[in-house]
């Protein structure tokens, strides 16, 4: 049933009729619109049961008319609460006053708790200003008919999240975010059934829910106790409310990014001595050690086989990723399954803060109000806090495929991309668009440093949150450890899918190994 939102002629901007070549009748009676405003989106009220579609659902529409420059008219805006399934598609009438023939508007779905919410000086109303990469936006001119009673429906894409309209070019996304797909503020308005106009039942079925195919690519797959498969799906690369961690070398995780992931296997537990000696190289005197105090692999006795491996390089880690048929994971793989696979957690296992017995870390003096954990002398066996032994640094489960660990705390982690801000390389973040798989790789004489993610045993607790980002130069640190990610059987190289930018930076990285 759609929500009917009344007769909005107050809002309307419209274009003298001399300036449009045509004139009306003031004595004729007036047309009418009706528009639904709909969306391929998952809807909030879905998430109570499908909770892993948090990051991609919207549960507020804004509609701003504009004038005729295309600028928002103050007093001109609504705000329509539409967190139910049952309030989509949400409709209302445009009736033109007199020599009127066109209104302009603005309309922007999105997540309320992910815009930035003011109150108006004038009416105390709240007023949420949509963020670009979390808002499905995108510009309307709606003709207005002299005669007649008419319905349209204008469908917001998921598609076209992120993507925000071009005000000097006059071009939206209507459905595809493609440079060369961009359509005109008239294209992409479907004409529905007269009777629409009158009767919301006569209006078509709501648009077949957005979700990207790759999101079921785990099914069959066989369980592996040591690699974890990752179903692909949409996420928010990135997190608003984790800002301002720039004293502990934290880099912020804005401005945050949409993203589709393709599936992809990762190992459950960080790269262990035991592991290291095992799979990768059997001879102790090749473990990686710096002169670092804490380096676990400093002997290879039988006691310190599983602890996780630290003081390793950036480039033993991917050596030894490749050695095993992988390769380390990039900065969306990894936060993809620290943040709950898009469920949008602070943290791998909830949005619930970190104490003492959650994971290992905590042994710093926290700035932020966290406790300090009791010290510790070197890191402590790999998966020491999962669930089964009474921690929660483990991920939501996946009923198939179970858990990865040690994402908060343990080691810091490798990952495969260079390492750039998040809102000054267009190259490797683009701003302005939906990012498919997206990796960041830079020739190593230009961008020496590589992204490095999550705590470790030697932090403060608040260092857990799955989006802050770190980077370190291509060394061996006693904090910084690795695990790797795998194709699935049959499959290539995530990176390597239709994304031609990926292609392109990943081939740079292949071209330095053969020099």
């Known amino acids: 049933m759609a929500s009917r939102l009344g007769s909005f002629a107050w809002m309307l901007l419209v274009l003298p009729t001399a300036s449009l070549g045509c004139s009306s009748d003031s004595d004729a009676p007036r047309g009418q619109v009706v528009l639904y405003i709909d969306t391929d989106a998952p809807i909030a009220s879905q998430t109570l049961t499908e909770d892993f579609k948090r990051d991609a659902s919207v549960d507020t529409l804004r509609i701003d008319i504009l004038d005729g420059e295309y600028r928002p008219i103050q007093g001109m805006t609504r705000i329509i609460p539409a967190s139910d399934v049952l309030n989509w598609p949400l409709s209302f009438g445009l009736e033109p006053a007199a020599d009127s023939k066109l209104a302009r508007m603005r309309l922007r779905a999105f997540r309320a708790r ?42 917001l894409h998921s598609k076209c999240r992120g993507k925000r309209p071009d005000l000097v070019r006059r071009t939206t996304c209507v459905d595809d975010p493609a440079p060369d797909r961009l359509g005109t503020y008239r294209q992409g308005i479907e004409v529905l059934p007269t009777a629409a106009a009158k009767d919301p039942n006569a209006a078509p079925a709501r648009p077949v829910e957005w979700w990207p195919a790759a999101s079921t690519s785990c099914d069959g797959q066989p369980f592996d106790p040591d690699r974890m498969c990752v179903s692909g799906g949409f996420f928010m690369l990135g997190n608003l409310r984790v800002v301002g961690f720039g004293a502990l070398r934290r880099s912020d995780a804005v401005p ?134 009474g921690g929660r640094d483990e991920t939501a489960d996946d009923p198939a495929q179970g858990t990865a660990v040690d994402l908060a705390g343990s080691l810091s982690e490798w990952m495969f991309d260079s390492f750039r801000p998040y809102d000054a390389d267009k190259e490797c973040w683009e701003r302005d668009a939906l990012l498919v798989h997206p990796v960041c790789y830079k020739d190593a004489a230009l961008v020496p440093e590589h992204s490095v993610r999550g705590g470790n045993w030697a932090s403060q607790l608040e260092v857990a949150y799955a989006s802050l980002r770190n980077n370190q130069g291509d060394a061996g640190y006693f904090t910084v450890g690795f695990r790797c990610v795998y194709p699935l059987a049959q499959q290539v190289d995530p990176l390597l899918g239709d994304d031609t930018s990926n292609i392109a930076q990943y081939k740079v990285y292949l071209d330095s190994r053969k020099k």
Request: charged fraction near 20%; hydrophobic fraction near 35%; include cysteine.
């Open 114 to 155: 992910n815009a930035e919410a003011r109150t108006d000086p004038d009416t105390k109303a709240q007023i949420y200003e949509p963020v670009a990469g979390y808002t499905i936006d995108r510009v309307v001119e709606v003709p207005l008919p002299d005669k007649g009673a008419f319905a349209l429906r204008v469908v």
């Open 256 to 389: 945050a990014h949409p993203v589709v992931i393709r599936p992809f296997l990762i190992d459950r537990k960080e790269m262990t001595v035991g592991r290291w000696l095992a799979a990768v190289d059997p001879n102790p005197a090749n473990l990686p050690v710096t002169t670092d105090q804490g380096c676990t692999a400093a002997s290879a006795s039988p006691n310190r086989l599983d602890l996780p491996l630290n003081c390793v390089t950036w480039n033993q880690a991917q050596e030894a990723c490749i050695a095993l048929g992988g390769r380390l994971p990039t900065e969306a793989e990894w936060e993809y399954v620290a943040t709950g696979r898009g469920r949008g957690y602070l943290f791998p296992w909830s949005d619930d803060p970190p104490d003492c017995k959650s994971a290992s870390l905590g042994h710093k003096p926290s700035s932020a109000g966290f406790e300090q954990c009791d010290a510790l002398s070197e890191p402590e066996p790999a998966a020491s806090y999962a669930r089964l032994n």
